[in-house]
């Protein structure tokens, strides 16, 4: 056998490893779609995005187009974070990226450094006036409730009107003075009752529209940032 035959078998992939290496580009794929936090490793905000393409080691950061351009940069190794719906939990990477056009991000060498089940780190906590509208039930009408926290997948509400877990109802509230109102339509999951005849509401938001989405998730890193910057 020829030593040029032995060196390729040597360094053709064995099955263990080819199965090894399909496994995971799966794990990674669950991660389609998941909007992320892209930061320096020195810990300075790049811009939020939408993680898509994911394919072996490369995907594509889409860029929210309201967030901060960067500009005069070729590539960076960035630390990128996120919070997976399919397994509940925080999800840290590391990549290389490269700015492209139209405010899309190539990423490479893109690795999962760990996943965490720090999921208060994604929960934007509030004391904001808000409104609960329920269409039906003794309850229905618009009623006033304070705003306590809030994610991607639902909130913490507190009202002087009781409600019952299953109810469903249309939540209204300004997540920031310069933008316009946004409402969640939601569906109460928990109830405590609290002192003084008050209650806390847990709900998960049954539709939310793409604008909401972004937008919850830029306060939530943006709170997050302010805090640790305080530490």
Not at 11 to 22: C, V
Not at 165 to 190: C, N, T, W
Request: aromatic content about 8%; proline content about 2%; glycine content about 6%.
């Amino acid at each position: 056998m020829k030593l040029f035959d032995i060196w390729r078998k040597r360094a053709e992939e064995t099955p263990a490893q080819k199965n090894e290496k399909a496994a995971e580009e799966e794990s990674l794929d669950i991660y389609s779609g998941m909007r992320v936090e892209v930061t320096t490793d020195a810990g300075q905000i790049l811009f939020v995005a939408k993680l898509m393409g994911l394919h072996g080691k490369k995907a594509e950061l889409h860029q929210y187009s309201e967030s901060e351009i960067v500009k005069d940069v070729e590539t960076i190794h960035a630390r990128i974070r996120g919070y997976s719906d399919y397994e509940r939990k925080a999800v840290y990477m590391e990549g290389i990226i490269t700015p492209g056009p139209k405010h899309i991000w190539q990423v490479e060498e893109l690795t999962i450094v760990r996943v965490g089940n720090d999921r208060a780190f994604f929960r934007l906590t509030t004391n904001l006036d808000a409104t609960a509208t329920m269409f039906s039930g003794l309850a229905m009408g618009e009623k006033p409730c304070k705003l306590l926290n809030i994610s991607v997948g639902g909130a913490s509400v507190s009202s002087e009107y009781r409600y019952h877990e299953g109810d469903k109802f249309l939540l209204k509230v300004r997540l920031l003075e310069d933008r316009p109102e946004s409402a969640m339509f939601s569906q109460i999951v928990r109830v405590v009752e609290k002192d003084e005849g008050k209650f806390e509401y847990g709900c998960r938001f049954l539709e939310l529209t793409e604008v909401d989405q972004e937008q919850i998730t830029r306060n939530i890193f943006a709170a997050q940032r302010q805090k640790r910057g305080r530490s």
